[in-house]
């Protein structure tokens, strides 16, 4: 039973995430990719006694997924993504401890946050994405 949970988690994020960036590369048609590379950071953090699930994160279709997740907080390793990049997405789940948890998603570029998403409840769900 847990382990249909998680693929539907999975499935309902990569969903999400593809949606998140078809619009967002529908709003900016006219935007020329980036022309240099970047050094991007995701970062997941829950607020005291949620408990981390699920996160889906990269660059333009380049995406990596992770179901194996504990704790409050969850940190990619540094990325250099390549000139030519469109778009950054995160998106990660987490079950809350009570009504007023929260969950972040985070974007860093180059050291600098972003974009950040915020979700609150007990079934958290945040997303992010930034164009470059």
């Not at 990719?33 to 006694?49: F, Q, R």
């Not at 889906?56 to 000139?83: K, R």
Request: aromatic residues 6%; hydrophobic residues 35%; neutral net charge.
């Amino acid at each position: 039973m847990k382990n249909n949970r998680i693929k539907t988690t999975l499935l309902s994020f990569f969903a999400v995430l593809l949606f998140a960036g078809l619009m967002s590369c529908k709003k900016d048609e006219n935007q020329e990719p980036s022309k240099t590379s970047h050094k991007v950071v995701y970062k997941l953090e829950a607020s005291a006694g949620s408990e981390l699930s699920v996160v889906v994160y990269g660059h333009d279709s380049q995406l990596t997924s992770n179901s194996s997740l504990s704790g409050t907080t969850w940190s990619s390793p540094e990325i250099t993504v390549p000139a030519g990049t469109v778009v950054l997405s995160v998106t990660g789940n987490a079950t809350g401890a009570n009504a007023n948890s929260t969950l972040k998603a985070q974007i860093y570029v180059d050291g600098e946050l972003k974009r950040e998403g915020l979700s609150s409840g007990t079934a958290l769900s945040a997303i992010a994405s930034f164009s470059l």
